[in-house]
Nanobody
Framework: QVQLVESGGGLVQAGGSLRLSCAAS????????MGWYRQAPGKQRELVAT???????NYADSVKGRFTISRDIAKNSVYLQMNSLKPEDTAVYYC???????????????WGQGTQVTVSS
């Protein structure tokens, strides 16, 4: 069984910083693209940032220059450093991994359970 577990969310004032972490565990051979997504109340889930196994990154325009995604391949982990946070960044943040499992039936996209980020004005 494969699991992704996020941590690091919380309440922060506008202009502050938070660092989210996500660790994948289970019968994993490798992980291709990993990413962070978010969903605000009443809105659709949207992409925040992704990172390939080779380290290529992609960001939503709304977070460019403020957020940085990184990963530790050996630890099957992905991180999101969020600086200069704004109230509009308030959302549940989810990590996602494109996982190659030890059994073919275990390969696919997996999501974490989400972590709440709240930015007060």
């Amino acid at each position: 069984q494969v699991q992704l577990v996020e941590s690091g969310g919380g309440l922060v004032q506008a202009g502050g910083s938070l660092r989210l972490s996500c660790a994948a565990s289970g019968s994993i051979v490798s992980i291709n693209v990993m990413g962070w997504y978010r969903q605000a109340p009443g809105k659709q889930r949207e992409l925040v940032a992704t990172i390939t196994r080779g380290g290529s990154t992609n960001y939503a325009d709304s977070v460019k220059g403020r957020f940085t995604i990184s990963r530790d391949i050996a630890k099957n982990s992905v991180y999101l450093q969020m600086n200069s946070l704004k109230p509009e960044d308030t959302a549940v943040y989810y990590c996602k991994g494109a996982i190659i499992g030890r059994a073919p039936t275990r390969s696919g996209d997996y999501w974490g359970q989400g972590t709440q980020v709240t930015v007060s004005s």
